[in-house]
């Protein structure tokens, strides 16, 4: 098998050759950008598994840059890791809703860093061959999408991983920790309120077509999935 391959993006030389090397030495191919263009030249070339970005860049913030990939159909589905010393919740919040699929504050040791890569590689792989169905709504797991009425809802990697989750345990009702161990996986240490940020992000896509009311938040207990809508 190939290895997958990674994409570090930070302006700091010295932070960006010890995460190059770390992450070879690992077994990922890796590649290191600069910069927001140089990543999106990289991105063009060869596009990663996974990107590791730094928030603070030269030419466009890492935020930036990370929600202009996430509104690029070419790129929208390669889960990015925003990496940076900004470690207030509300910069978390920030960069999650602004398209991050996860988020590490420096200073981070080399082993959380991978066990991160490899809980995000496994959450973002593809599926079976099977179709699921909710009225209208349909999610390929063999194509990675997801379609209303035909038309094709763009989801990002852990947008997708909820909405299946949540068809497949419908009606349900499951608390944020719940969430978190199921579809983030237990390894993985990541605040409760990430989930409500994914939430948010998976029923603005839903809402084009009124399907956003299938999510359902149960005060006090959590979150369910209802096929009714009710």
């Known amino acids: 098998?190939?290895?997958?391959?990674?994409?570090?993006?930070e302006d700091e030389t010295a932070i960006r050759d010890m995460l190059v090397f770390n992450l070879g030495r690992a077994g990922y191919e890796v590649l290191g950008a600069g910069s927001a263009s140089e990543a999106r030249h990289a991105i063009a070339n060869r596009q990663p598994d996974v990107i590791l970005m730094?928030?603070?860049?030269?030419?466009?913030?890492?935020?930036?840059?990370?929600?202009?990939?996430?509104?690029?159909?070419?790129?929208?589905?390669?889960?990015?890791?925003?990496?940076?010393?900004?470690?207030?919740?509300?910069d978390r919040v920030a960069g999650l809703e602004g398209g991050a699929d996860d988020y590490i504050t420096k200073p981070f040791s080399s082993r959380e860093l991978q066990a991160?890569?490899?809980?995000?590689?496994?959450?973002?792989?593809?599926?079976?061959?099977?179709?699921?169905?909710?009225?209208?709504?349909?999610l390929d797991s063999a194509s990675h999408r997801?379609?209303?009425?035909?038309?094709?809802?763009?989801?990002?990697?852990?947008?997708?991983?909820?909405l299946s989750f949540f068809i497949q345990n419908s009606?349900?009702?499951?608390?944020?920790?719940?969430i978190l161990d199921r579809v983030w996986g237990g390894n993985v240490y990541v605040?409760?309120?990430?989930?409500?940020?994914?939430?948010?992000r998976l029923r603005k896509?839903?809402?084009?077509?009124g399907y956003d009311?299938?999510?359902?938040?149960?005060?006090?207990?959590?979150y369910r999935f209802s096929a009714s809508g009710t």
């Open 1 to 9: 098998m190939a290895a997958r391959r990674i994409l570090v993006v």
């Open 54 to 90: 730094d928030w603070m860049l030269p030419d466009v913030s890492g935020l930036e840059l990370t929600r202009q990939l996430k509104r690029d159909v070419e790129t929208r589905e390669i889960p990015v890791i925003m990496v940076t010393a900004r470690g207030q919740e509300d």
């Open 116 to 138: 991160r890569i490899r809980a995000l590689l496994r959450r973002t792989a593809p599926g079976g061959d099977s179709v699921m169905a909710v009225g209208e709504l349909r």
């Open 146 to 162: 997801v379609t209303i009425a035909g038309d094709e809802i763009p989801l990002g990697p852990t947008e997708y991983r909820l």
């Open 171 to 178: 009606e349900r009702v499951y608390s944020r920790s719940q």
């Open 191 to 200: 605040e409760e309120r990430t989930v409500d940020v994914h939430i948010r």
């Open 205 to 209: 896509a839903l809402a084009k077509h």
């Open 213 to 222: 009311k299938l999510v359902q938040t149960v005060r006090g207990a959590g």
